[in-house]
């Protein structure tokens, strides 16, 4: 039955005491008496775990039978245990125990992604990379989530670049997967990404990518202003014409513009909501004070005499805030991606003396600095978009 916080408070103590008195016989039965009492809390069980396996020598069939007794009989939904069990089993090269150990967790907490990691990686580990390649291909037909199986897609793809040295075979499961999900940028990436790997590079592969999704105009449009970027640094790095470089900058500058609209025309739909929002806060602030007819703006009632009639036309009032109030002057800053290009970038100067300057951190293109996966994209969820999120 579950136990009173003083109650596991006196146990953690007791044990703490034992452990530094460093007699291993009454420190192991301490822990089996405690288990007993504390059988349903699993930090007990990894607590003696950690002692036997770092104290103990020789006591390989001791920390199975603890691990047998916490997973199989009281913890049987616990992964974590699990996952420890299934770690310790392979280091102790035995690779079969630890597979059974993570099938057997993954039909009592289904669907469960670091389960599905586990699985993979101990195939690949032990060597068996068809295994692993299988499991793959199961999890990505079998997830449900679009997130998750292009997430597992991209792992796969770089397994098989990676491990299995094919990347024809990698870029083809990438654009297996842009046919369901056409529109994203994190696929688009990882296929530049390995385009830009090839020696030499193939600069039709890699501006291939490139206008695939830039033809897509379903698709964000300040992804498709950062391609149409990264298009033209591309080109100034790698390609062979100029006029394909100039081409790339009209094509970025036609971009940039709709996007400056697009940001221009939903600031303009705001800017009528914004006094009556004010109205409404000084209303509910002055509730409590006398109430006038807002149609009655000329004069005020005859029979107080002690309030004045309201001036609309000052520029302290709501209702005409004029050119420099605080209004206007919070819509009149530049927006945050005029910011970004406008800093970056001259727009008079059509060499864009300020190519270097060009803000987005880049590792894939080797000695050049340059990443293709590492930035951090809006509307798939909060997974880092970098090797490193991996």
């Not at 192991?28 to 504390?38: D, H, K, N, Q, Y």
């Not at 101990?122 to 999890?139: C, F, K, P, Q, W």
């Not at 927006?335 to 970038?345: E, F, I, K, S, V």
């Amino acid at each position: 039955k579950p136990l009173e916080r003083c109650q596991l408070k006196n146990w953690k103590d007791y044990l703490e005491f034992e452990v530094a008195q460093g007699d291993a016989k009454r420190i192991s039965v301490l822990f089996e008496r405690c288990l007993i009492a504390c059988a349903l809390y699993e930090d007990f069980w990894l607590r003696y775990l950690r002692y036997l396996e770092e104290k103990v020598t020789d006591n390989t069939e001791i920390i199975r039978d603890v691990y047998e007794r916490a997973c199989t009989i009281h913890h049987k939904k616990k992964p974590s245990l699990h996952l420890h069990w299934a770690v310790y089993e392979e280091m102790q090269g035995n690779y079969d125990k630890a597979g059974e150990i993570l099938t057997a967790l993954e039909k009592v907490v289904p669907n469960l992604t670091q389960v599905i990691y586990r699985r993979i990686n101990l195939a690949r580990r032990s060597g068996d990379v068809t295994t692993a390649a299988d499991l793959y291909e199961h999890y990505i037909d079998k997830a449900k989530n679009r997130v998750i199986a292009n997430n597992m897609t991209i792992k796969y793809a770089r397994f098989c670049w990676k491990i299995l040295n094919d990347i024809d075979r990698a870029v083809s499961i990438l654009k297996k997967a842009l046919e369901k999900d056409k529109e994203n940028p994190r696929l688009y990436l990882q296929m530049i990404d390995m385009a830009l790997q090839r020696t030499p590079v193939d600069e039709g592969e890699v501006i291939g990518v490139i206008d695939m999704y830039l033809a897509r105009e379903n698709a964000e449009l300040d992804q498709r202003v950062m391609f149409a970027q990264r298009k033209i640094e591309f080109l100034e790095d790698f390609g062979s014409s100029v006029k394909s470089v100039q081409k790339a900058t009209d094509e970025f500058q036609k971009l940039l513009k709709q996007l400056q609209e697009k940001k221009k025309k939903s600031d303009d739909n705001k800017k009528p909501e914004e006094p009556n929002l004010k109205k409404t806060k000084l209303d509910q602030k002055d509730s409590s004070g006398p109430s006038y007819n807002p149609s009655q703006t000329s004069q005020p009632p005859a029979s107080t005499g002690q309030y004045p009639a309201p001036n609309y036309n000052q520029s302290g009032g709501y209702s005409q805030p004029p050119a420099q109030g605080g209004y206007n002057q919070g819509y009149n800053q530049q927006q945050p991606y005029n910011q970004q290009y406008n800093q970056q970038y001259n727009q008079s100067d059509p060499n864009y003396n300020n190519y270097q300057n060009w803000g987005y951190s880049q590792t894939g293109y080797g000695n050049y600095n340059q990443g293709w996966g590492g930035y951090s994209q809006t509307g798939y969820g909060n997974y880092n978009q970098g090797w490193g999120g991996y």
